[in-house]
Structure formats: structure tokens, C-alpha cells
């Protein structure tokens, strides 16, 4: 079993940055691949990141490409989401992923464990 705790949330005004974490255990991140999704209030859950186990591919939802960037460190098992010129509209709730398959995904049904999520949110 896997558990995925994210840190690293908080306010933040537009143009901003924020850094989260997310730490596992049980399993190292050298073999799972991680997510980022959010949830705002009254929406679904959308993709935002993902990397493979290896590290070496990424892709990013449209929305927050050129502002977001998706790493790992193994050594200290954490998996991060870089957050630069935050907007007002990336305020939600922000939840790490993991699966056991080497890849990149974009579904939340393609994940086999979650975190309890973090709160995001940018004023203008």
C-alpha cells in the first residue's frame, strides 16, 4: 500500500508562486508515476501534470503549461509541482497521484492511490 501526503498549499496573490509536495510511503517513486490533479468548488477533477517513474517524460494540461513544472527526487521520495504566475483560476484543491505502471496519464481512473489534497488559492 501506498499513502501520498501533500504539503505546500496556501494563499498566494496573482503572480505568485507556490511550491507543493508530495511525499510517499510504503513504495518509492522510482517505480510509480505521479500526477497532479485539482478540484475547484463545482467542478470535476482535472488534470494538471504527470510524470513517469523514470523522470524522463512529462506532459501538462494546456492551462498551465509554460507555468507549472512536475518533478521528482528519489532520494527524498518526494514529488513536486512548481507553481509560477499563479492566476485566480488555478485556486482549488490540489491532489497527488500515483500509480505502479511506468507512464504518463491524464485520467483520475488510470491512478491506484491518492493524497488527501492541498488548498490552493489565488487572489486577485
Known amino acids: 500500500q501506498v499513502q501520498l501526503v501533500e504539503f505546500g498549499g496556501g494563499v498566494v496573490q496573482a503572480g505568485g508562486s507556490l511550491r507543493l509536495s508530495c511525499a510517499a510511503s510504503g513504495r518509492t517513486f522510482s517505480s510509480l508515476s505521479v500526477g497532479w490533479f485539482r478540484q475547484a468548488p463545482g467542478k470535476e477533477r482535472e488534470f494538471v501534470a504527470t510524470?513517469?517513474?523514470?523522470?524522463?517524460?512529462?506532459d501538462y494540461a494546456d492551462s498551465v503549461k509554460g507555468r507549472f513544472t512536475i518533478s521528482l527526487d528519489n532520494a527524498k521520495n518526494t514529488a513536486f509541482l512548481q507553481m509560477n504566475s499563479l492566476k485566480p483560476e488555478d485556486t482549488a484543491i490540489y491532489y497527488c497521484?500515483?500509480?505502479?505502471?511506468?507512464?504518463?496519464?491524464?485520467?483520475?481512473?488510470?491512478?491506484?492511490?491518492w493524497g488527501q489534497g492541498t488548498q490552493v488559492t489565488v487572489s486577485s
Open positions: 497521484a500515483a500509480d505502479r505502471l511506468s507512464g504518463t496519464y491524464h485520467y483520475p481512473s488510470q491512478y491506484d492511490y
Open positions: 510524470i513517469d517513474w523514470s523522470g524522463g517524460s512529462t
